[in-house]
C-alpha cells in the first residue's frame, strides 16, 4: 500500500457553520471552497472511485439520507481505512461529497450522511443533543457491516466541526467505538455556552430560526425563538432550563475512551473556546491532542501559516491511528495553541503558534487591571468606594427585540428607540510583551435604576501609539433576577483567548450596552455578539477595588524562572520542514525553553546563504516560519537554528 504521508485532507477548514442568516449562509457555503488535499506525488495515484447512495432507518423509523465512495482496486488486509464526514448544522450530505470523493481516490472507504431534520433525512432535528448522538452509534454500526465493500470495520476516523464535531465526541462518551475523532468547534458545554451569563449569542437565534428547507425542528426547539423574543423572565428562565438538557456532556466525558483531537477557535461566535479547554482535563481516559487559535469557521480568523501548520498536523494524526506500523510518533507537546498579535493582515490578525505540555490553564497567572478614574486601567485600585460611571441604556417606543432583530440592529425604527452607548479605560503603555491566554474573569461592582434585566458588555482591544485599535474579545453579563437600583457584585467569565500585547501598545476595555464592533462587521454585520437587554435605566460601575478585570498571562509573575527554563514546558527542537519536498513555500516549526537570540539561515550545497528566516530575540515556547523559495532553483538546502549553545541542522528538497 502507498504511503499515507500526502493523502490526508486538510481538515482543520472543515468547520461548518451553523445556523447563520441568508448573508452569513453565504459566506458560511463559500467557506469550503477552501478545502484541499495535500499534495500528492503523482497525478497518476488516484483510484477510480464509486459512489453509492444508500438509507439507514433508525431505532424509531427516521432514516437516514446517507452516501458512500468505494475505491475500486485490492483493499489491504483487513480493508480499507474509513473516514465518516459529518456535517455542520444545516447542512446536508452532499456539502461533503465532494472531499468524500477525493479522499476515496486516496485508498480510503469515505462516507457522510445528512443528520435527521437535515438535508433529505426524515425526522425532527432536536438541535444537536444525545439523540442526534445515538443515530451516530447507529450509523457507525450499520456502516461496519459494509465489509463486502471493503470496509475495514476496525479502522474508522469520524471528522467534522460544529455540529459534525459535537455529535461524535458525545457519541463517544456513550460508547461509539471507532479508532480516533476530529472534533472542531465543538466544546462539550456548547449549549451553554450560547446563553452563559445570562447572555443569548446572535447565533443561537440564528440558528433556531432555521427555515424548514434547511432544518426541521421538535417542538421543543421550535419553541425557543419565541423564549428569545418574549420579554419576561419566565420565558428566560424556560430557554436556560431546557436548552442544555441532553445537549451538554461536559459530565460524560471521562467515558471517552476514543482518542481525539479538539479543536477551537479564540475568534467563535457560537461557542466559548473555554469550554474546550476545561474537556482536555477531564478526558483522561483516552489519547488527546488539544488545538486553540486560527480554526476557520464560526467567524474565526485566517491565518495561512497556522493552515500550513494544521496540514502536517492532521496528516501526522492520520498517519498515526490509520496505519499504525510505520513507526510514526505523536507529537510530545499536547497543548498547541497560535495567539493573536499585530501586524493586522487585511480583516485578520496575526498569529503566533505555541505548544506546551500541560494544560493551558495551568501555566498563567491572573494579571488584574482596575477600572479607574478618568478612564484608567490601572494595576491599583480607587479607594472612593462611591465613585462611579454610568452607562445610559435607553430604549423608547417600545422597542422589541423582533423589530430590533428585524432591522439587525440597524435602520430608522431601531436608531430611532435605542441608543448605544459606551465608557473605556486605558491602561498606560506597556512595558514588555504580555501573553494573554485562557479565560479571561471581570469582578464587577455594579447598580442599575432598570428593572429585572441590566447588561454589562466588556470588549477587549489593544491600542497602538498611533491610535489605532482593534477588538480582541469580550465579555458579556446579564443579571436576569435584577432588582432596580440594588447594589451587587458579581464575578464572571469571558472568551477565552491568546493574544499577545505588544511593548509600547495599550490594553483598553469598553464598556458598552450593544456589544457590536466594526471588526467584527465582516460576520456578525450590524448585529451584536449578545442580544441587548431593552430595559431603559442607568447603568453604573463602581470605580474601586471591586471593579477590575484579570487577564491570564503566561509567566505574568514568573518571569525571571522561566526565562532560565526553570519548569519550562519546552525544549530546544527543530523539526523537519513540511511539506518537504515542497513547491514553492514550507514550514519549518521549532522551539525553545527560554527567552533568548533565534536565528534561523537557510544555505544551498554549496555553503552559500541564501536566505535568513528568523533572527530576534524569542520567548520561550514553540513558533513556525514560513519559508517561500519562489526565487530559487530546484535542488537540496539546508536550515540551521542557532540558539544560546544549541544548533541544529535539517535538509529539505525543493521540487519545481
Known amino acids: 500500500m502507498r504511503s499515507a504521508r500526502f493523502t490526508i485532507l486538510a481538515v482543520v477548514v472543515i468547520i461548518l457553520f451553523t445556523g447563520?442568516?441568508?448573508?452569513?449562509?453565504?459566506?458560511?457555503?463559500?467557506?469550503?471552497?477552501?478545502?484541499?488535499?495535500?499534495?500528492?506525488?503523482?497525478?497518476?495515484?488516484?483510484?477510480?472511485v464509486t459512489r453509492v447512495d444508500f438509507t439507514v432507518t433508525l431505532r424509531d423509523g427516521t432514516i437516514l439520507d446517507a452516501l458512500k465512495f468505494i475505491p475500486q482496486g485490492t483493499p489491504p488486509a483487513g480493508g480499507w481505512p474509513t473516514v465518516v464526514f459529518v456535517h455542520g448544522y444545516g447542512d446536508n450530505k452532499e456539502t461533503l461529497a465532494g472531499f468524500a470523493a477525493a479522499q476515496a481516490e486516496y485508498g480510503y472507504y469515505t462516507t457522510t450522511f445528512s443528520m435527521r431534520g437535515q438535508g433529505h433525512s426524515t425526522g425532527l432535528s432536536n438541535l444537536i443533543s444525545t439523540t442526534e448522538a445515538q443515530d451516530m452509534i447507529e450509523f457507525i454500526d450499520f456502516i461496519k457491516q459494509d465489509t463486502k465493500s471493503g470496509i475495514n470495520p476496525n479502522n474508522i476516523l469520524v471528522m467534522g466541526g460544529s455540529q459534525g464535531g459535537l455529535v461524535p465526541f458525545m457519541a463517544c462518551t456513550m460508547g461509539m467505538n471507532v479508532r480516533t475523532i476530529i472534533s472542531a468547534l465543538a466544546p462539550p458545554n456548547f449549549a451553554s455556552s450560547w446563553i452563559e451569563n445570562g447572555c443569548i449569542k446572535m447565533t443561537l437565534l440564528w440558528t433556531v430560526e432555521y427555515t424548514p428547507d434547511t432544518a426541521r425542528y421538535t417542538p421543543q426547539v421550535a419553541r425557543m425563538s419565541d423564549w428569545i423574543y418574549a420579554s419576561a423572565k419566565q420565558y428566560w428562565d424556560s430557554l436556560a432550563f431546557y436548552l442544555p438538557q441532553n445537549r451538554d456532556f461536559m459530565t460524560g466525558i471521562a467515558d471517552n475512551r476514543v482518542p481525539l483531537i479538539m479543536e477551537g477557535s479564540w475568534q467563535d461566535k457560537f461557542f466559548n473556546a473555554s469550554g474546550i479547554m476545561k474537556a482536555s482535563e477531564l478526558n483522561t481516559g483516552s489519547t488527546l491532542r488539544l488545538y486553540l487559535g486560527a480554526v476557520q469557521g464560526h467567524g474565526g480568523d485566517n491565518s495561512p501559516t497556522e493552515d500550513t501548520w494544521h496540514m502536517q498536523f492532521f496528516n501526522d494524526w492520520f498517519y498515526y491511528w490509520l496505519f499504525p506500523y510505520n513507526g510514526t510518533k505523536l507529537p510530545q507537546a499536547n497543548f498547541d495553541y497560535a495567539s493573536t498579535q499585530y501586524p493586522v493582515n487585511g480583516l485578520y490578525w496575526s498569529f503566533k503558534h505555541d505548544s506546551s505540555k500541560v494544560a493551558l490553564q495551568n501555566i498563567t497567572t491572573p494579571y488584574r487591571l482596575y477600572f479607574n478614574t478618568n478612564n484608567r486601567l490601572t494595576t491599583t485600585a480607587g479607594t472612593n468606594n462611591s465613585r462611579r460611571v454610568s452607562i445610559r441604556n435607553r430604549v423608547t417606543g417600545g422597542l422589541t427585540m423582533q423589530e430590533a432583530v428585524n432591522e439587525e440592529f440597524t435602520g430608522t425604527t431601531f436608531t430611532s428607540k435605542f441608543k448605544k452607548n459606551?465608557?473605556?479605560?486605558?491602561?498606560?503603555?506597556?512595558?514588555?510583551?504580555?501573553?494573554?491566554?485562557?479565560?479571561?474573569?471581570?469582578n464587577l461592582d455594579y447598580l442599575s435604576t432598570a428593572s429585572t434585566f441590566t447588561q454589562y458588555n466588556f470588549q477587549v482591544l489593544e491600542v497602538m501609539p498611533n491610535g489605532k485599535e482593534k477588538l480582541i474579545n469580550r465579555i458579556n453579563y446579564t443579571d436576569r433576577n435584577y432588582t432596580a437600583s440594588s447594589r451587587r457584585t458579581k464575578n464572571f467569565e469571558g472568551q477565552a483567548?491568546?493574544?499577545?500585547?505588544?511593548?509600547?501598545?495599550?490594553?483598553?476595555?469598553?464598556?458598552?450596552?450593544?456589544?457590536?464592533?466594526?471588526?467584527?462587521?465582516?460576520?456578525?454585520?450590524?448585529?451584536?455578539?449578545?442580544?441587548?437587554?431593552?430595559?431603559?435605566?442607568?447603568?453604573?460601575?463602581?470605580?474601586?477595588?471591586?471593579?477590575?478585570?484579570?487577564?491570564?498571562?503566561?509567566?505574568?509573575?514568573?518571569?525571571?524562572?522561566?526565562?532560565?527554563?526553570?519548569?519550562?514546558?519546552?525544549?530546544?527542537?527543530?523539526?523537519?520542514?513540511?511539506?518537504?519536498?515542497?513547491?514553492?513555500?514550507?514550514?519549518?516549526?521549532?522551539?525553545?525553553?527560554?527567552?533568548?537570540?533565534?536565528?534561523?539561515?537557510?544555505?544551498d550545497v554549496t555553503g552559500k546563504l541564501v536566505k535568513t528566516l528568523v533572527n530576534e530575540t524569542m520567548e520561550a515556547g514553540s513558533s513556525s516560519v514560513l519559508f517561500d523559495a519562489s526565487s530559487l532553483s530546484s535542488g537540496v538546502y539546508f536550515y540551521n537554528i542557532v540558539s544560546g549553545s544549541y544548533t541544529d541542522t535539517k535538509k529539505m528538497i525543493l521540487v519545481k
Open 20 to 48: 447563520l442568516s441568508s448573508s452569513q449562509q453565504k459566506r458560511a457555503r463559500d467557506s469550503y471552497e477552501f478545502l484541499k488535499l495535500l499534495p500528492k506525488y503523482s497525478n497518476s495515484d488516484a483510484l477510480p
Open 422 to 442: 459606551s465608557v473605556s479605560f486605558t491602561s498606560a503603555a506597556l512595558t514588555s510583551d504580555k501573553k494573554w491566554l485562557g479565560t479571561p474573569k471581570v
Open 497 to 603: 483567548h491568546s493574544h499577545i500585547f505588544k511593548t509600547g501598545n495599550k490594553i483598553k476595555i469598553i464598556i458598552t450596552n450593544l456589544d457590536t464592533h466594526a471588526d467584527d462587521a465582516w460576520f456578525l454585520g450590524t448585529n451584536p455578539f449578545v442580544l441587548p437587554v431593552l430595559n431603559n435605566g442607568y447603568n453604573y460601575v463602581y470605580l474601586n477595588n471591586n471593579s477590575y478585570i484579570d487577564l491570564p498571562l503566561v509567566n505574568a509573575v514568573n518571569e525571571i524562572s522561566d526565562n532560565t527554563g526553570v519548569n519550562s514546558p519546552y525544549t530546544f527542537s527543530l523539526s523537519q520542514n513540511y511539506p518537504n519536498p515542497f513547491n514553492p513555500v514550507t514550514m519549518i516549526n521549532y522551539s525553545i525553553p527560554q527567552k533568548g537570540l533565534v536565528t534561523i539561515k537557510v544555505y
